[in-house]
T-cell receptor
Framework: DTEVTQTPKHLVMGMTNKKSLKCEQHMGHRAMYWYKQKAKKPPELMFV???????INESVPSRFSPECPNSSLLNLHLHALQPEDSALYLC????????????FGPGTRLTVT | GNSVTQMEGPVTLSEEAFLTINCTYT??????LFWYVQYPGEGLQLLLK?????DKGSNKGFEATYRKETTSFHLEKGSVQVSDSAVYFC???????????FGTGTSLTVIP
């Protein structure tokens, strides 16, 4: 099973709302990632968790707050977003070894109004 | 630093045509190389990979060979189908951390 699941599939939120994105994998992978993808662009790395610890934060604004409750789950908490934050948010996971392939979820399409 | 350069799209081909999407890379050390495909409204799917020089990755009729001498990993398919219409991303992992480096993506449209 090489599946990464993400919920919700679509999310519309106002600039004052608080919402969360959820990602789950059951492949035993110890590295998990959040990416942001704008239309017709490659994914941009936001955060990396390795063994449930935040290892990379690509200077992401604090209105995005990641959380890794356990080795299978990854959340992204959203608060006071801006319309320019509207994008496809992708979660991915990979085995702990470096240089290994990443497996992506289907993404959450976020619209900020 | 690490980077991936992909041929600009969009690419439009007739069904059963031969496909080549060029990808070259810059990396320190010995990276692993990947091709991902993204269908409209979906996430990225791993298409194929190669972890060392001269390795050939293949899947669903697609192939790519890791060429260290030319720092390239070009994607090829002998006969494309309408269902191959998607965006293709070349990527590398430099084996020193958990980061990927993506190319800009190449949009492929196959017409009947």
């Amino acid at each position: 099973d090489t599946e990464v699941t993400q919920t919700p599939k679509h999310l519309v939120m106002g600039m004052t709302n608080k919402k969360s994105l959820k990602c789950e994998q059951h492949m035993g992978h110890r590295a998990m990632y959040w990416y942001k993808q704008k239309a017709k662009k490659p994914p941009e790395l936001m955060f990396v968790y390795s063994y449930e610890k935040l290892s990379i934060n690509e200077s992401v604004p604090s209105r995005f707050s990641p959380e890794c409750p356990n080795s299978s789950l990854l959340n992204l908490h959203l608060h006071a977003l801006q319309p320019e934050d509207s994008a496809l948010y992708l979660c991915a996971s990979s085995p702990s070894e470096t240089g290994r392939e990443q497996y992506f979820g289907p993404g959450t399409r976020l619209t900020v109004t | 630093g690490n980077s991936v350069t992909q041929m600009e799209g969009p690419v439009t081909l007739s069904e059963e045509a031969f496909l080549t999407i060029n990808c070259t890379y810059t990396a320190t050390g010995y990276p692993s190389l990947f091709w991902y495909v993204q269908y409209p409204g979906e996430g990225l799917q791993l298409l194929l990979k190669a972890t060392k020089a001269d390795d050939k990755g293949s899947n669903k009729g697609f192939e790519a060979t890791y060429r260290k001498e030319t720092t390239s990993f070009h994607l090829e398919k002998g006969s494309v189908q309408v269902s191959d219409s998607a965006v293709y991303f070349c990527a590398l992992s430099d084996n020193s951390g958990n980061q990927f480096y993506f190319g800009t993506g190449t949009s492929l449209t196959v017409i009947p």
